[in-house]
């Protein structure tokens, strides 16, 4: 048993906290064992927690993209005699795609810095910004396997192909569901306004946006650029 009686009346946020001699604290903690939530004494934040919490789910995510990465890798040269990325890829098209998605992040951005100073107008506008553009991105992205597949160059022509469209698709379902979660925000903010359980949420769907736009980067550097020059 510690040395240290612990009183769940008095300690219920300090595990682990070795309690200050009266009179020598510099934190937040001024009443006995009360813990304020802010500083040295207290738990952190809600606002941190969920951030932390939401990162752990980003990594987890990042780790599932990492394995089809390396499925792609693995895969890229096997095309059974079918077309190869240097001949089904349209670069111009994927640049679009790409100015369009780190477009609408920068746009989520603006809303973010709307948000944090309370402006409802421009917050809403930014969201609307970041959905259109990521509507123009997952629309080009449709089309892009749309004219594949009538070319006969779908998922199952090749493993080459089936990985690729794995890897792409992934990412499109992530942009499909971002959209979803744009959506359901702004009606948030529209009803709620700038309450603080929709700002976390809000960071919470910024920090998922701008993960998607480094995937992307990754995205396009190894499947669209590597596969056009190799």
Known sequence: MSDIAVSPDTDPYRMGHQPRAKGHGHGHGHHGGDATGHGEG?????????????????????????AFFATYAVLVDATAGGPSGRQLFELPRVAIETACLLASSFACGLAM?????????????????TGVLGLVFLGLELQE?????DQ????????FLS????????????VFTGLLWLG??????????????????????????????????A????????????
């Open 42 to 66: 207290g738990p952190a934040s809600k606002r941190t927690v969920v951030a932390y919490g939401f990162w752990i789910f980003l990594l987890s995510d990042i780790i599932m993209f990492s």
């Open 113 to 129: 810095i709307a948000s944090q100073v309370r402006n409802h107008l421009w917050t809403q506008l930014a969201l609307l910004a």
């Open 145 to 149: 396997f749309a004219i594949m597949i």
């Open 152 to 159: 006969g160059a779908g998922p199952t022509r090749s493993a």
């Open 163 to 174: 990985a690729f469209f794995a890897l792409v698709g992934l990412h499109g379902l992530h």
């Open 184 to 217: 359901t925000m702004m009606a948030q903010v529209a009803v709620k306004g700038f309450h603080p359980r929709i700002l976390r949420r809000l960071m919470c769907f910024s920090l998922f946006w701008h993960a998607l736009d480094i995937i992307w980067v």
């Open 219 to 230: 995205l396009f550097t190894v499947v669209y650029l590597i596969g056009t020059t190799s």
